[in-house]
């Protein structure tokens, strides 16, 4: 069922004791391959869902108040196979890529003539309109006017996809939203997002089976 995008009743307090933990899905064929996966709905690999698996129980002992998922199957499934009963929250959907969808970013550069990133220089239309890195902030903003009180009452989980959660990463942190270009976020990998001293704080970032060795291409 969908949820209703509503602000809440009551603000959130300026440091509620919970945790905000962030999934990001599974390896699909398309990440894999670094190919800008914005609204394609793609399944996981096999690799991807044991990487849910694992993710499941990294965040097994944490007691979870409200958990959110994207409605792309690959986010879905994602909780379903980390053992977490989600509700669908559709802001949580993947950056919009517009004519960037499905290229990789060297494709996209070769083309250009010039060292593009999406973080940098945006998106093009194409068959859906895409995003400015402000409007996938704005819907971050959102998802967090909804979570943070709900951390007064215990830990939140999201399970999203890469450059979402680095730029609502980026808007609770209280940065600016190009931020996400500086945190790089894999597959599987889990982290986590607290309050130290009244500030907003990272506490485990792109925790997962291994250390990377370079930064994702997806």
């Known amino acids: 069922m969908l949820t209703v995008d509503l602000l809440p009743d009551h603000p959130a307090p300026d440091n509620p004791g919970g945790k905000l933990v962030l999934l990001r899905h599974g390896e699909t064929e398309w990440s894999k391959a670094g190919r800008h996966t914005g609204l394609t709905d793609v399944p996981l690999t096999a690799r991807g869902e044991s990487l849910a698996r694992r993710a499941g129980d990294l965040v ?16 879905q499934r994602t909780a379903e196979l980390a053992g977490l009963r989600a509700e669908i929250d559709p802001l949580l959907v993947e950056w919009d890529y517009g004519g960037y969808e499905g290229r990789t970013t060297r494709d996209i550069r ?3 003539g010039y060292n593009w990133s999406a973080f940098t220089h945006g998106v093009i239309r194409g068959q859906t309109p895409g995003e400015t890195v402000e409007e996938v902030a704005a819907r971050a903003s959102r998802v967090l006017t909804r979570v943070l009180p709900a951390m007064a009452e ?16 980026a808007v609770y942190l209280r940065l600016a939203p190009r931020f996400g270009a500086q945190i790089t976020l894999d597959a599987g990998s889990v982290s986590v997002l607290s309050f130290y001293r009244e500030q907003p704080a990272i506490l485990s970032w792109n925790y997962g089976l291994e250390l990377p060795l370079a930064p994702s291409e997806s």
């Open 60 to 75: 097994s002992d944490y007691t979870f108040s409200l958990v959110l998922t994207s409605p792309l199957q690959r986010a």
């Open 110 to 112: 070769e083309e250009l």
């Open 154 to 169: 215990g830990d939140v989980a999201l399970v999203a996809h890469g450059h979402f959660l680095r730029i609502l990463t």
